[in-house]
């Protein structure tokens, strides 16, 4: 069985007028870079705006996501500390807070914030909670969130406490 060599690559050797000899390598030429440069700046120019387009609607989904973990965060302590528990939100300041938990969470301003709750647990016109009790249940409500044409609604069940993320109809 024979072994077939590779093809050899060949550098040509030029012989420049002085007699030296020059090896020529190949590279980039000026227009080429040029090229590559306008089609960076292009793309450098469209890609942003499609990127914060799609980003109101990831804040949407994030916040209701952040708003259900603190809901079951309530649910959960108000089970095994076996006292009340609340989620307060203040629609105003886009911010809500856990029992349990000293952090006060915020919610992008762009979005559009209401609460559905039992009147007890309302504290003027924008600063409501919803309240979680050891046996599991709760006073129930709901939170909506929206952005434009979308919706999320997190439902909390007042019998059973269990919290729920909807995709809902925005109001107009």
Do not use: C
């Amino acid at each position: 069985m024979a072994l077939m060599a590779a093809p050899a690559v060949r550098v040509r050797a030029r012989t420049s007028p002085a007699g030296n000899s020059v090896v020529r390598v190949r590279g980039f030429t000026l227009l080429e870079l040029i090229v590559v440069m306008a089609l960076m700046a292009i793309l450098m120019t469209l890609v942003p705006p499609m990127i914060s387009s799609a980003l109101p609607g990831t804040q949407l989904k994030s916040a209701s996501r952040e708003l259900a973990a603190g809901l079951r965060f309530a649910r959960n302590h108000a089970l095994t500390a076996r006292e009340e528990s609340t989620l307060t939100l203040n629609v105003e300041k886009h911010s809500f807070q856990v029992t349990g938990r000293k952090k006060n969470y915020s919610i992008s301003e762009k979005l559009k914030i209401e609460l559905l709750t039992a009147e007890s647990e309302t504290r003027g016109e924008s600063i409501g909670a919803i309240r979680f009790f050891p046996d599991g249940g709760s006073t129930g409500g709901r939170i909506t969130l929206s952005y434009g044409e979308r919706a999320f609604g997190i439902d909390v069940d007042w019998l059973t406490g269990k919290v729920r993320i909807l995709d809902v109809e925005p109001e107009s």
